[in-house]
C-alpha cells in the first residue's frame, strides 16, 4: 500500500457564486483510518466523488505514491446502493473485475454474519444488513483508499455500535486506508487513528488531532466520552463545527 | 370463494359465446353467423392450409418488424436518453414521425420504393420505432444515477453497466414497449397488407370484405387473436416473471 496525497486548490460548481473546496490538503498514509469531521453541508460528499472520479471538474491534484492518478477505490455510500436484482451474493462477485477464489467472499460474509442471507435479494435485508453488504462490496475489491460518506446514519444506536464494531474487525483482519465521513464525534473517535475537522464552505482542514486510546479501548464508551470532553476543551476551534 | 374465482373467466367467456349464438340465431342473418358456422369454416380453412399458410406470412412480417422496431428503438431510446444534446436536436423528428397517420407512411412506402416486401417492412417499422424510442427515453431519463456512479467507481464497463445497472431498470419499460407494439403493429401489418401484397392476413381479409364473407372474416380474426394470446402467455408472461423475481 502507498501513501495517497489529496491537494485540491479549487471546487466550484457551475451555479454556485461561492467555492466548496478551497486549498484542501490532506496526506493519508498507508492502513491509516480517517475520520473527517464537519458540519452537514460542508463538501465532505464532494470530497469523496472527487477522490473516486465520480467529480473531475475541479482544480488540484491526487498523487498516488509520487504518481499522478485515482487510487482504486471501494465506496461506501451514505444509500447502500445495491442492485435489487441481484442477490447479496451476486452483488459482491459483481464488483469483482477478475475472477477471485470464492472463499475471499465467504470469508467476508462471515465476518460481517451475513452468509445466512448470501442467497437473498437487498429488498429482504434491514438497512443495516444492507450497509454490511455495501461494507463487504468495498473491502473485496482490495481497495487502495476505502472512503466511507456516513455508513451508519440513521440506524438506531445498537444496530449503529454492531455495524462499527463488525467494520473495525474487518479492518484489523485486512488494514487498509479509510476515509471515514461523519459528523458524530463520538463514531469518529470510537474509530478513527486520527481526526480531520473541517470547516464549511470553502471546506478547509481546521485541525488534525491523533487519537492516543489503544484500538483494545476503543469498546469502552466513557473513555471515549472523557477524550471528547477533553478534546472540546482543548479544542475550543472545533466547537462550532459540531 | 377461491372456486368461483378459478372459473369466473371461463364462465365469462362461454357466456360471451352464448349472447353471440343468441343474437345470431335471433337474427338469422348471413353478416352474423353463429359460433358453429365460425368453427367449421375455421376447421375447413386449417385443414385446406390456407388459414395456417396466411397467418405464418403475417406472423413472419411481424416478427421480422417488430425485431427491427425494437433493437433500433431500444439503441436510439437509450441514446437521446443518456445524451441531451441528441435528444434537443431529435426531439422535433420524433414528433413528426410520432404524428404522421400510419397509412399515409405505408402508401408512400410503396409509393417511393415499390410494392415490394422490403417496403411493407419498412412501412411498419417507421410506425412503430418513434413509439419505442419515446418509451426508452424515458425509461433511461428516470434511470437511478446513484447506482450508475455506483458503477463507474467500481470500474464496471460500458458492457457490465448496461447489462446489469442499466438494462434491469429498462425492463418495465421494453415490457410495455412490446406489449403496445405487438399491438400496434399487427393491426398496421393488415393495413399494410391489404394495400400492397398479395398474401398475409390482411390480404385474405380483404378478399373475404368483397365477398362479404364474415364467416372467414371471424374465423380470421379469432385464429389471429389467439396467437397474440399465446405469444403473451408462453413468452411475456414467463420473461415479467423471470426479471422480476427479485421483487417482493
Known amino acids: 500500500m502507498t501513501d495517497i496525497q489529496i491537494n485540491i486548490k479549487n471546487k466550484t460548481y457551475p451555479t454556485a457564486t461561492q467555492a466548496s473546496i478551497s486549498n484542501f490538503k490532506l496526506a493519508l498514509k498507508s492502513n491509516e483510518f480517517i475520520c473527517l469531521v464537519g458540519p452537514s453541508g460542508c463538501g465532505k460528499t464532494t470530497l469523496l466523488n472527487i477522490i473516486a472520479s465520480l467529480d473531475k471538474d475541479y482544480d488540484g491534484e491526487i498523487l498516488v505514491g509520487q504518481q499522478h492518478a485515482y487510487p482504486k477505490i471501494g465506496y461506501i455510500f451514505q444509500n447502500p446502493r445495491l442492485l435489487p436484482w441481484r442477490t447479496v451474493r451476486e452483488n459482491i462477485e459483481l464488483v469483482l473485475n477478475e475472477p477471485q477464489p470464492s472463499e475471499i467472499i465467504d470469508e467476508l460474509l462471515e465476518v460481517m454474519q451475513l452468509t445466512s442471507v448470501q442467497q437473498a435479494y437487498p429488498e429482504r435485508l434491514s438497512l443495516g444488513m444492507s450497509r454490511r453488504v455495501a461494507i463487504i462490496r468495498a473491502f473485496a475489491v482490495d481497495p487502495e483508499v476505502l472512503l466511507m460518506d456516513e455508513p451508519f446514519v440513521s440506524l438506531d444506536a445498537p444496530t449503529a455500535r454492531q455495524a462499527r464494531e463488525l467494520l473495525l474487525k474487518l479492518w484489523q483482519q485486512r488494514p487498509h486506508t479509510v476515509l471515514f465521513v461523519t459528523h458524530d464525534l463520538r463514531e469518529a473517535i470510537a474509530l478513527a487513528d486520527r481526526l480531520v475537522f473541517l470547516s464549511s464552505s470553502p471546506m478547509q482542514v481546521i485541525s488534525e488531532i491523533t487519537i492516543p486510546i489503544p484500538r483494545q479501548e476503543r469498546h469502552n464508551e466513557s473513555a471515549i466520552e472523557t477524550f471528547r470532553q477533553q478534546l472540546l476543551l482543548n479544542h475550543p476551534e472545533i466547537k462550532q463545527l459540531l | ?248
Open chain 2, 1 to 248: 370463494m377461491p372456486n368461483l374465482k378459478k372459473i369466473l373467466p371461463t364462465l365469462s367467456l362461454l357466456a360471451f359465446l352464448a349472447i353471440w349464438q343468441g343474437v345470431a340465431v335471433y337474427l338469422n342473418s348471413n353478416t352474423l353467423p353463429t359460433p358453429e358456422a365460425v368453427t367449421q369454416v375455421f376447421w375447413q380453412d386449417c385443414v385446406s392450409g390456407q388459414l395456417p399458410f396466411h397467418l405464418g406470412v403475417t406472423l413472419l412480417r411481424l416478427v421480422v418488424s417488430f425485431s427491427i422496431a425494437m433493437l433500433l428503438g431500444c439503441a436510439i431510446g437509450i441514446m437521446l436518453g443518456r445524451n441531451k444534446k441528441m435528444d434537443a436536436f431529435f426531439d422535433n423528428w420524433l414528433v413528426i414521425f410520432l404524428n404522421v397517420p400510419a397509412l399515409v407512411t405505408i402508401i408512400l412506402c410503396y409509393v417511393w420504393f415499390g410494392l415490394v416486401e422490403s417496403s411493407a417492412i419498412l412501412a411498419v417499422v417507421i410506425n412503430k420505432l418513434p413509439n419505442v424510442i419515446v418509451t426508452i427515453r424515458e425509461g433511461t431519463r428516470s434511470l437511478d444515477q446513484d447506482l450508475l456512479d455506483m458503477a463507474r467507481c467500481y470500474h464496471f464497463g460500458k458492457r457490465k453497466t448496461l447489462v446489469h445497472v442499466i438494462w434491469p431498470q429498462l425492463h418495465p419499460f421494453v415490457m410495455g414497449a412490446t406489449r403496445s407494439g405487438l399491438a400496434l403493429i399487427w393491426k398496421i401489418i393488415l393495413v399494410v397488407e391489404l394495400l400492397g401484397r398479395s398474401n398475409g392476413m390482411g390480404y385474405q381479409l380483404h378478399l373475404f370484405f368483397q365477398l362479404f364473407d364474415v364467416a372467414s372474416i371471424l374465423a380470421y380474426t379469432i385464429a389471429f387473436v389467439a396467437v397474440i394470446q399465446l405469444i403473451e402467455l408462453m413468452i411475456l408472461k414467463p420473461l415479467d416473471k423471470k426479471a422480476l423475481r427479485w421483487r417482493r
